[in-house]
């Protein structure tokens, strides 16, 4: 739809500005009052996600449109703004009007707080001008963070560390853009297969020396032009499928060459019968069966005086940051590995200052907390499923940076406790499931020398990390027996965690127990 280009084009403009649009859009969707659904509504839905915008209307709305006993929902509200959004309301007036067209009041209050941010361009310089309006700040944020003698203190001082960094980013770097992309509807499992197999050669290929090396490449050639052709066939056989299958001359096959097509649409419409809610709603089912509520009985507090550990140093910081990855997504907060990497290099009492405190404090400051859900489907797997989606967590970086801090301090004392079992391979340094391979092997092959037979059990327990509870995590980090500002800031981790998902009507949150 060419309105929606404008729509685009006009927000990038006013990027970082409260936007409220109202258009007659003539687009069919449940979300908004109709019975069914058309293309034009699938596409407004999209649009609406992509640039993270909150519709106003409501589900069991009055029409907006009456005309001689026909009705409809064409007159669309939304906003751009979390605040903005929460604050206003929307409500369809039955006054009456020389127009088709129904009133509709719209009333805001603005009082709330930004929740999430728009997406830097920090891959293509910039960083200087980010740094000169940083350290502006530089003082004031070391003073107040230095200052935070309570958890309460420390989530302020936290939240205007992670405003004064994206306020300086905001004015240095370009805003990434949303790009209409073409559904690759054409793609198949074999092709994915064909892609995984010449990715595996490529990475062979580059280890590979001398002569195995010239005969890698021919392969590599080989498959390459392989897939090529397949994803050719493949890509004529659907189109041609496509148009044996219309009517329409302008239709689908039409749309398909010369029209770009949006994302796919939510997956909240394969959940059920959308007609039974909204997608507010639905989101909410989504997070109450990805992270079922659990009583945990309330954790006492450590009554053992802590064991002296060395402070958090410089050094330790700049290693994590060094092996931090470049292009991870950021949480919330719009703060990536590369800009936090700018920030330490140029101004590291920052982080230095921030650590320590929460490590003196054994606090988590309550935004690192926060956690974006995104959803990937599972090849394979049913649409309709919630549990065919794999939920990934978009943490803030500052967090996670602790979370690496902490975590190298707890392997430390493991190790040096000699705690951890010798059988286990996952999650450990010097270790890799080639090595338990590797002894599995060996153990079948010294039961066979000794004509004896062997019997493998596979055990693979179905969501074994989602529905981990926290409250066994903290048992097992009391009875390490080390009680130190390490383990206490990892219990800290555990509690009051929030997860979030994006939705046209606005974020819905989720506690984490």
């Known amino acids: 739809?060419?309105?929606?280009?404008?729509?685009?084009?006009?927000?990038?403009?006013?990027?970082?500005?409260?936007?409220?649009?109202?258009?007659?859009?003539?687009?069919?969707?449940?979300?908004?009052?109709?019975?069914?659904?058309?293309?034009?509504?699938?596409?407004?839905?999209?649009?609406?996600?992509?640039?993270?915008?909150?519709?106003?209307?409501?589900?069991?709305?009055?029409?907006?449109?009456?005309?001689?006993?026909?009705?409809?929902?064409?007159?669309?509200?939304?906003?751009?703004?979390?605040?903005?959004?929460?604050?206003?309301?929307?409500?369809?007036?039955?006054?009456?009007?020389?127009?088709?067209?129904?009133?509709?009041?719209?009333?805001?209050?603005?009082?709330?707080?930004?929740?999430?941010?728009?997406?830097?361009?920090?891959?293509?310089?910039?960083?200087?001008?980010?740094?000169?309006?940083?350290?502006?700040?530089?003082?004031?944020?070391?003073?107040?963070?230095?200052?935070?003698?309570?958890?309460?203190?420390?989530?302020?001082?936290?939240?205007?560390?992670?405003?004064?960094?994206?306020?300086?980013?905001?004015?240095?770097?370009?805003?990434?853009?949303?790009?209409?992309?073409?559904?690759?509807?054409?793609?198949?499992?074999?092709?994915?297969?064909?892609?995984?197999?010449?990715?595996?050669?490529?990475?062979?290929?580059?280890?590979?020396?001398?002569?195995?090396?010239?005969?890698?490449?021919?392969?590599?050639?080989?498959?390459?032009?392989?897939?090529?052709?397949?994803?050719?066939?493949?890509?004529?056989?659907?189109?041609?499928?496509?148009?044996?299958k219309t009517t329409d001359p302008y239709g689908r096959p039409y749309k398909a060459v010369v029209k770009n097509k949006h994302p796919p649409a939510e997956l909240f419409k394969h959940l059920g019968n959308p007609s039974s809610g909204d997608t507010k709603s639905f989101a909410l089912k989504i997070l109450q069966e990805l992270y079922p509520p659990s009583h945990s009985p309330a954790t006492p507090p450590n009554c053992f005086p802590l064991i002296q550990e060395p402070q958090i140093t410089k050094n330790e910081i700049r290693r994590i940051l060094k092996k931090a990855p470049t292009k991870k997504a950021p949480g919330f907060d719009a703060i990536d590995y590369i800009v936090l990497k700018e920030v330490n290099n140029s101004f590291p009492e920052i982080l230095h200052t921030f650590y320590n405190k929460c490590y003196q404090l054994h606090c988590f400051p309550e935004p690192l907390k926060k956690g974006i859900i995104v959803h990937f489907h599972k090849d394979g797997k049913e649409a309709d499923k919630i549990k065919s989606y794999r939920p990934v967590t978009l943490l803030p970086t500052i967090g996670k940076v602790l979370e690496q801090i902490l975590l190298r301090r707890l392997n430390h004392t493991l190790k040096k406790k000699n705690i951890l079992h010798h059988n286990q391979f996952g999650f450990r340094e010097g270790r890799s499931t080639d090595d338990a391979i590797h002894q599995l092997v060996e153990k079948i092959q010294d039961a066979k020398n000794k004509q004896l037979h062997t019997m493998v059990i596979s055990l693979d327990i179905q969501g074994a990390f989602g529905h981990l509870q926290y409250n066994s995590i903290r048992n097992s980090l009391d009875e390490i027996n080390f009680p130190s500002h390490t383990i206490e800031t990892l219990k800290d981790i555990l509690t009051d965690r929030k997860v979030t998902i994006q939705t046209t009507q606005g974020p819905v949150s989720w506690s984490q127990q």
Not at 110 to 130: D, E, V
Request: proline share 2%; charged share 30%.
């Open 1 to 244: 739809m060419e309105t929606l280009q404008e729509l685009h084009s006009i927000l990038t403009d006013l990027d970082d500005e409260r936007v409220l649009i109202c258009a007659d859009l003539n687009a069919h969707s449940r979300i908004w009052g109709y019975a069914n659904e058309d293309t034009r509504g699938a596409q407004v839905e999209d649009f609406l996600l992509a640039q993270q915008l909150y519709l106003l209307n409501e589900t069991n709305s009055p029409p907006t449109f009456e005309h001689r006993g026909r009705k409809g929902w064409p007159d669309l509200s939304f906003i751009k703004g979390t605040d903005f959004a929460n604050s206003c309301t929307w409500k369809v007036l039955e006054d009456y009007t020389h127009s088709d067209h129904k009133y509709i009041l719209i009333e805001a209050l603005l009082s709330q707080s930004h929740y999430s941010y728009p997406r830097f361009k920090t891959a293509y310089g910039g960083h200087r001008r980010m740094l000169q309006h940083l350290g502006q700040k530089t003082k004031q944020l070391v003073q107040q963070i230095e200052e935070s003698n309570t958890k309460d203190h420390l989530a302020k001082a936290t939240e205007e560390l992670q405003k004064a960094i994206f306020a300086a980013c905001r004015k240095a770097y370009k805003i990434k853009k949303f790009k209409l992309k073409i559904n690759n509807n054409w793609w198949n499992q074999s092709l994915q297969i064909k892609k995984k197999e010449l990715q595996a050669l490529k990475r062979r290929t580059n280890k590979s020396e001398d002569d195995n090396k010239l005969k890698y490449q021919l392969q590599l050639s080989k498959k390459q032009a392989e897939l090529k052709r397949e994803a050719k066939k493949a890509k004529r056989n659907y189109f041609r499928n496509t148009c044996t």
